[in-house]
RNA sequence: UGGGGUGUCGUCAAGCGGUAAGACUCAGGCCUUUGGAGCCUGCAUUCGGAGGUUCGAAUCCUCCCGCCCCAGCCA
């Protein structure tokens, strides 16, 4: 079902596990997914998956998915559940290999009470103010703590207590008994465990210690056999830490991190940190918001699964700092979806159009292809009628040379039925608006090119107005006005494109469109890629979202 | 001014000493009952800069410059 995917694929990562096999070094592929269950997956963990589920499944070998959730502050089992339903719906399998890093506690407490005994790490009794002023600067080597020489017997009585709820949060930390004085900040000393009484979403009020990221990751890679630990660039820093606590604790095969460069995708922001903003402050409708670059988002949006895959597999991997042109995304979104969707005719913004030597109270059912390309799709009938309804755009009083649609004294062809023929419009006496357009029709033409050989350039999409079934559609736009919010000074909130979302209650589909299922995905000729929304659609009142627009050549040469 | 990383087309990204892939974007053209789709064409004499090694350098060496990450009891 995975069509698209990597396993022809190559990149430096790649290189260094068919490096590692081709050695000996290792005999087999095992990685794993490591999301803290704190917010949802978005388009930057999307890469992540596709790369570590698609190691496994190019080597033959296996993907854990493993819930980071070392830290209880803003941890929930929602988030657990949204993210193995978005790696889920990504098209990836886990099996029965969903860990977490909560039901490691015993063991990772165990692996602190060896690195004690060995002499490798301390009770440190210094405030988090102090602890900060000891570790020095970035040009400054720390300070010993005053604690870290206390004697083993000491520190293991004091974890103990530590463990059992004896002390304050934050009265004592755990630190491993590295090098204050290493110009890499991270091995002065690391905090290995702290104490924090805000009860874990999983183990409740079982522990009132946690274990720290560096400390817990590579040991639970190590639990779980892992042999290529991948992550983003920003822990580069802490590989050496990682392998120290492996090689003080761990015998035999050790998981090997590497790290690559995490996505950015211009108009948007991949920060959880700032998606939580988003969410919290209500700047979008929550995490599944068309607008936001989150996989639930993008799923109620419409994207499908697989372009999704294929742009984590146009994009790359390497180490370069990037950002990601966002037209890349919607190009693959177009590519997949005129594959697949079947075409259908909406008019957003009505303008009546009163045909009228057509016969009144008359209805034709016109025969119109699903897809243009692939007969193998099927037809459906549209009625047509003598009152009609085109798109506002699609008419202009005074058009400009290259306008090939309508205006007075042109002719256009309405798709799949006649060409007709500009007679006369009706203004609003006070606004001047036009109200409605009157045209003629030639009976010659249903699907037929006019008898006497004239040519006719326009084609524009119509429904019927007697016909048409009323419809909420939804335009969404980029949330953000700037290609690169993440890197532009000032409030988010000011950056945020006023535009990225229009409703329009007012819409008109074609009839048979009242039925349409959620999560059905449609072209809306000459307008875009729109989706029948999973949550808002009632049978009879559909809501359809745009997914994406259609390329737009015409505006183009208008905008110039 | 410490340490780690990284600089190849507008944006991603191949390239691994033998003379700059590909994709997206963009610009033209063809075709078209979607100004869609499709098709064709064009788009880095040059690889952050300067030196050097070599018959030959984006690839090796030296120096310089830019950008990113690290001073949470976050991950």
């Given at each position: 079902?995975i069509?698209?995917?990597?396993?022809?694929?190559?990149?430096?990562?790649?290189?260094?596990?068919?490096?590692?096999?081709?050695?000996?070094k290792?005999?087999?592929?095992?990685?794993?997914?490591?999301?803290?269950?704190?917010?949802?997956?978005?388009?930057?963990?999307?890469?992540?998956?596709?790369?570590?589920?698609?190691?496994?499944?190019?080597?033959?070998?296996?993907?854990?998915?493993?819930?980071?959730?070392?830290?209880?502050?803003?941890?929930?089992?929602?988030?657990?559940?949204?993210?193995?339903?978005?790696?889920?719906?990504?098209?990836?399998?886990?099996?029965?290999?969903?860990?977490?890093?909560?039901?490691?506690?015993?063991?990772?407490?165990?692996?602190?009470?060896?690195?004690?005994?060995?002499?490798?790490?301390?009770?440190?009794?210094?405030?988090?103010?102090?602890?900060?002023?000891?570790?020095?600067?970035?040009?400054?080597?720390?300070?010993?703590?005053?604690?870290?020489?206390?004697?083993?017997?000491?520190?293991?009585?004091?974890?103990?207590?530590?463990?059992?709820?004896?002390?304050?949060?934050?009265a004592?930390?755990?630190?491993?008994?590295?090098?204050?004085?290493?110009?890499?900040?991270?091995?002065?000393?690391?905090?290995?465990?702290?104490?924090?009484?805000?009860?874990?979403?999983?183990?409740?009020?079982?522990?009132?210690?946690?274990?720290?990221?560096?400390?817990?990751?590579?040991?639970s890679?190590?639990?779980?056999?892992?042999?290529?630990?991948?992550?983003?660039?920003?822990?580069?820093?802490?590989?050496?830490?990682?392998?120290?606590?492996?090689?003080?604790?761990?015998?035999?095969?050790?998981?090997?991190?590497?790290?690559?460069a995490?996505?950015?995708?211009?108009?948007?922001?991949?920060?959880?940190?700032?998606?939580i903003?988003?969410?919290?402050?209500?700047?979008?409708?929550?995490?599944?918001?068309?607008?936001?670059?989150?996989?639930?988002?993008?799923?109620?949006?419409?994207?499908?699964?697989?372009?999704?895959?294929?742009?984590?597999?146009?994009?790359?991997?390497?180490?370069n700092?990037?950002?990601?042109?966002?037209?890349?995304?919607?190009?693959?979104?177009?590519?997949?979806?005129?594959?697949?969707?079947?075409?259908?005719?909406?008019?957003?913004?009505?303008?009546?159009?009163?045909?009228?030597?057509?016969?009144?109270?008359?209805?034709?059912d016109?025969?119109?292809?699903?897809?243009?390309?692939?007969?193998?799709?099927?037809?459906?009938?549209?009625?047509?009628?003598?009152?009609?309804?085109?798109?506002?755009?699609?008419?202009?009083?005074?058009?400009?040379?290259?306008?090939?649609?309508?205006?007075?004294?042109?002719?256009?062809?309405?798709?799949?039925?006649?060409?007709?023929?500009?007679?006369?419009?009706v203004?609003?006496?006070?606004?001047?608006?036009?109200?409605?357009?009157?045209?003629?029709?030639?009976?010659?033409?249903?699907?037929?090119?006019?008898?006497?050989?004239?040519?006719?350039?326009?084609?524009?999409?119509?429904?019927?107005?007697a016909?048409?079934?009323?419809?909420?559609?939804?335009?969404?736009?980029?949330?953000?006005?700037?290609?690169?919010?993440?890197?532009?000074?000032?409030?988010?909130?000011?950056?945020?494109?006023?535009?990225?979302?229009?409703?329009?209650?007012?819409?008109?589909?074609?009839?048979?469109?009242?039925?349409?299922?959620?999560?059905?995905?449609?072209?809306f000729?000459?307008?875009?890629?729109?989706?029948?929304?999973?949550?808002?659609?009632?049978?009879?009142?559909?809501?359809?979202?745009?997914?994406?627009?259609?390329?737009?050549?015409?505006?183009?040469?208008?905008?110039?």
């Amino acid at each position: 079902m995975i069509e698209n995917d990597a396993l022809t694929q190559s990149d430096f990562i790649r290189e260094i596990v068919d490096n590692d096999l081709k050695t000996g070094k290792r005999d087999r592929v095992a990685t794993r997914f490591p999301p803290e269950p704190n917010g949802y997956l978005h388009i930057g963990h999307a890469k992540s998956v596709c790369l570590n589920f698609g190691l496994a499944r190019q080597y033959k070998g296996t993907c854990n998915l493993r819930m980071d959730d070392t830290d209880p502050a803003g941890e929930s089992m929602e988030f657990v559940g949204s993210i193995q339903d978005d790696v889920r719906w990504l098209g990836f399998d886990w099996e029965d290999r969903l860990f977490f890093a909560s039901d490691y506690f015993e063991k990772l407490c165990q692996f602190a009470i060896d690195l004690i005994k060995a002499g490798k790490a301390y009770v440190c009794s210094l405030s988090a103010d102090q602890i900060r002023a000891y570790r020095g600067t970035l040009t400054e080597p720390g300070k010993n703590s005053p604690y870290r020489d206390r004697p083993i017997e000491e520190n293991l009585d004091l974890f103990s207590r530590m463990r059992s709820g004896e002390f304050q949060d934050g009265a004592h930390v755990l630190r491993a008994k590295i090098d204050m004085a290493s110009p890499n900040v991270t091995m002065r000393d690391p905090v290995i465990y702290r104490i924090k009484r805000s009860g874990h979403y999983r183990m409740g009020n079982d522990w009132v210690i946690y274990p720290m990221y560096d400390f817990a990751h590579c040991l639970s890679d190590s639990i779980e056999g892992i042999t290529h630990s991948i992550c983003t660039l920003e822990f580069e820093n802490n590989r050496p830490l990682y392998d120290w606590f492996v090689n003080e604790l761990i015998e035999g095969p050790k998981p090997r991190q590497v790290e690559f460069a995490r996505l950015n995708v211009s108009y948007t922001i991949l920060s959880k940190r700032r998606l939580i903003e988003l969410v919290e402050n209500k700047l979008v409708n929550g995490w599944d918001d068309p607008r936001m670059p989150t996989v639930a988002g993008m799923r109620r949006r419409g994207y499908t699964a697989s372009s999704i895959r294929e742009f984590c597999s146009r994009i790359g991997v390497a180490k370069n700092d990037n950002l990601v042109d966002i037209a890349l995304l919607e190009h693959c979104v177009r590519e997949d979806l005129n594959e697949s969707a079947p075409r259908a005719m909406a008019v957003l913004h009505p303008l009546k159009v009163i045909i009228d030597n057509y016969p009144e109270g008359r209805a034709e059912d016109m025969e119109c292809a699903n897809h243009p390309q692939k007969p193998e799709m099927g037809t459906r009938k549209v009625p047509f009628s003598n009152t009609i309804y085109i798109e506002k755009d699609d008419f202009m009083e005074d058009p400009p040379r290259k306008y090939k649609r309508l205006g007075p004294g042109r002719e256009i062809r309405l798709r799949n039925s006649y060409v007709i023929r500009f007679s006369s419009m009706v203004k609003d006496a006070v606004t001047g608006e036009i109200r409605e357009l009157h045209c003629t029709y030639d009976p010659d033409t249903r699907n037929a090119a006019p008898q006497d050989g004239r040519k006719v350039d326009g084609v524009i999409h119509w429904v019927s107005a007697a016909h048409a079934v009323p419809a909420m559609v939804r335009l969404y736009d980029r949330l953000f006005k700037v290609a690169d919010p993440a890197g532009t000074e000032g409030d988010m909130t000011d950056l945020l494109n006023p535009e990225s979302l229009e409703v329009i209650n007012a819409a008109y589909v074609e009839p048979g469109l009242a039925q349409a299922t959620p999560g059905q995905k449609y072209q809306f000729e000459r307008l875009g890629y729109f989706c029948c929304d999973l949550k808002d659609s009632l049978p009879g009142k559909p809501v359809f979202n745009r997914i994406v627009t259609l390329r737009d050549s015409w505006a183009k040469i208008a905008g110039k």
